[in-house]
């Protein structure tokens, strides 16, 4: 059973600064993808940012040079530092793993989600 822990949302002026952390539990092997996720009401959740396990990242455009994505794979865990907020960057934020099993197949793991709010 994997788990998905997340913490670090809030409320926070523009141009203000958070970090997001996911820690998961359960068998999550060695070959995955972990990383962040968001979405607003009425829209389909998007990609923020990811990072495979051998360090490979993909970004959002619009967060590229604002936010990092970075993974403890010691302590499974991944973390989304967003800097230069922003209010369009308010948004309920998911942690995802997504998982790759030897045999080829694909399972996708979902924290509860956390509020991240940009306004003054």
């Known amino acids: 059973q994997v788990q998905l822990v997340e913490s670090g949302g809030g409320l926070v002026q523009p141009g203000g600064s958070l970090r997001l952390s996911c820690a998961a539990s359960g068998s999550i092997g060695s070959i995955n993808v972990m990383g962040w996720y968001r979405q607003t009401p009425g829209k389909q959740r998007e990609l923020v940012a990811v990072?495979?396990?051998?360090?490979?990242?993909n970004y959002l455009d619009s967060v590229k040079g604002r936010f990092t994505v970075s993974r403890d794979n010691a302590r499974n865990t991944v973390y989304l530092q967003m800097n230069r907020l922003k209010p369009e960057d308010t948004a309920v934020y998911y942690c995802n793993l997504h998982l790759i099993g030897a045999d080829g197949s694909a399972n996708d793991y979902w924290g509860q989600g956390t509020q991240v709010t940009v306004s003054s």
């Open positions: 990072m495979t396990s051998g360090s490979h990242t």
